[in-house]
């Protein structure tokens, strides 16, 4: 397989790199396949349309237009080698639903169906209870009367469908057109294909298998039914075969346990190489480029990313790699990006006194933003951040950011959160249960000096620890401010104990909180029976039997 190519019928009116093969028929590259191409029309793993968007736009030096085009070509590379997407296909069968409110609309359907092409079920839509699985494999719930009825299908034909989260396999006629519905139906015949949109990490995810619900912001904004939870066991459930890439569960997730499985965060890190000294014009897949007119000032290079993926900490990076302000353009923006464009904006106009991402959604809003887009002094840092944990880069990329000054309060909220943890130390015995709880490492146990400690800025604010924490009025969140100064990423001590001794053998034990607590409840209650029972509660495990074997032998 060849690398890169470069298809138009009327040619370049300047040379392109060396490494990419320009065609100008399709007969010349007829049974050839490529890695990266910037046309449909040529057989690729990966289409760059950002890169005929640049040619026809960007007012760089023919130079420097060489430059960047194989540029362009390199970074859809590095998606390749990153991408999970890898496609996955369901069977179809003949079987189909055609759900009605009134039996003509029924009628003005099957009227242009062939004979025996499709296994039809008709159901009056009143009768719908519930729509179980997806395509390929539908489970609908219909109202029997006495009792329900389960009927299979493989796909939905629904007039004046109502559904809540939109499906796979569920299609309106009335918005689409009979014909149109109808080659959508006859198409998925036999196997539906589909590529796998996201990737999830268990083992930081805020929902995953807790006893109490802390975090499902994903469910909550995905508009589809791509992931739903299972209440009982906590756990997220995932359909992406109903995914529509738009990016919402990735830009809202705390932890960073979903990803993009088109352009990964690790993925988005090694592309922003690619934007040192460099303009970045990020372009959402829900952003039509293909008819629009500007002029990309000198030094302005695009990225294209499937969804709105984009959250606080990728855009800061972008940021700091470049040097430079960020346009962003989607016509349809996430919460979670929308949100993380306005933490970042508030924090670069407390620290530089500019906005740092200009935010746009058609041709009029974009040519006014590549006016203003510029460079911004002293702004540049970067560090090797793959593989580190979200809040941990955004952590060490913000603190490079504040240094020794003190920028105040950036309010956070209502999709992305940050809070500080305060203990009430009086009340902490230091059980640890917190500890346990956090699965992102912002709080911990200091062993060497028996202490509790947290670092603010890598908090998720999803009160698990407060949820757990066993004693009254101990722990509780200052939520949505995010501090703008140095205490917020040092770590801080909320409660330390020392070690208590067995009053037996002198072997340290437990902490001396822990003890007094459960001493104060027991006391009373084991000195109405004996001396030796109460004295074992200040005793290590090896000690308590050997104090009431001693008492029974007297």
């Known amino acids: 397989m060849q690398e890169f190519i470069y298809y138009n019928k009327n040619g370049l009116d300047f040379p392109l790199s060396e490494k990419i093969q320009v065609a100008t028929s399709l007969n010349d590259i007829e049974g050839k396949n490529f890695l990266i191409s910037n046309s449909h029309d040529v057989k ?27 540029k362009l070509y390199e970074i859809n590379g590095v998606k390749f080698d990153f991408a999970q997407d890898f496609e996955e296909n369901i069977e179809i069968s003949n079987s189909l639903m055609i759900i009605y409110d009134d039996i003509e609309e029924f009628n003005s359907f099957s009227k242009n169906l062939n004979k025996d092409e499709f296994d039809l079920y008709k159901v009056e839509s009143k009768l719908i209870k519930e729509i179980k699985n997806s395509i390929g494999n539908f489970e609908v719930v219909v109202d029997g009367g006495n009792k329900d009825i389960i009927l299979k299908t493989s796909q939905i ?29 006859r198409k998925n015949l036999n196997t539906y294909s589909f590529k796998k949109t996201i990737t999830y990490d268990k083992s930081i995810c805020q929902y995953h298998e807790r006893k109490d619900e802390v975090c499902a912001k994903c469910v909550e904004v ?40 088109n352009t990964s965060r690790d993925s988005l890190y090694e592309i922003s190489l ?27 290079l695009p990225l294209f990313v499937v969804g709105d993926i984009f959250d606080e900490t990728m855009l800061l990076t972008y940021l700091q790699v470049s040097g430079s302000q960020l346009i962003y353009f989607s016509n349809d923006i996430s919460k979670g990006t929308l949100e993380s464009v306005r933490i970042v904006n508030d924090i670069y106009l407390k620290k530089y006194g500019k906005i740092a991402v200009y935010l746009v959604s058609n041709e009029e809003e974009l040519n006014d933003a590549l006016q203003k887009q510029e460079f911004i002094e002293n702004s540049y840092y970067n560090f090797n951040q793959s593989d580190m944990k979200k809040r941990e880069v955004f952590s060490q990329r913000l603190q490079k950011i504040v240094g020794n000054d003190d920028l105040g309060v950036v309010k956070t909220g209502p999709n992305i959160h940050y ?36 670092n603010p800025s ?17 722990l509780t969140l200052k939520n949505d401010e995010l501090e703008l100064n ?28 822990a003890i007094e607590k459960i001493a104060s409840i027991m006391a009373p209650i084991f000195a109405k029976t004996s001396e030796a029972k109460k004295r074992t509660l200040y005793c290590c495990d090896e000690c308590k039997p050997k104090v009431m074997i001693r008492e029974e032998l007297k």
């Open 458 to 474: 890598l908090c998720t604010a999803c009160g698990y620890c407060e949820l757990v924490c066993p004693e009254k009025d101990c």
């Open 222 to 261: 995905c508009p589809t039914n791509a992931i739903t939870k299972d209440e009982k066991s906590r756990r997220l459930v995932f359909s992406l075969v109903d995914c529509i890439a738009c990016g919402e569960c990735v830009s809202v997730c705390p932890s960073g346990s979903l990803n993009s499985a």
């Open 274 to 300: 690619f934007y040192k000294d460099t303009k970045p014009l990020i372009i959402s897949s829900k952003a039509n480029i293909e008819n629009i007119n500007v002029d990309l000032k000198e030094g302005v």
């Open 44 to 70: 690729s793993e990966f289409i760059a349309s950002e890169i005929d968007f640049y040619i026809k736009n960007s007012q760089d030096k023919l130079s420097n237009k060489i430059q960047n085009v194989l």
């Open 419 to 454: 809070a500080r943890v305060l203990v009430n130390e009086a009340n902490c015995t230091l059980c640890l249960s917190c500890v346990g709880a956090c699965n992102v490492d912002a709080l911990f146990a200091n062993q060497s000096d028996f202490t509790l400690r947290v």
């Open 486 to 513: 140095p205490t917020w990423f040092q770590e801080s001590i909320l409660a330390k104990d020392k070690l208590f001794a067995c009053v037996e053998c002198g072997k340290e034990f437990a902490t001396t909180k």
């Open 157 to 185: 034909v629904w007039f004046n469908e109502n559904l809540t989260k939109k499906r796979a396999g569920v299609y309106e006629p009335n918005i689409l057109s009979i014909e149109k519905t109808l080659d959508i139906v």
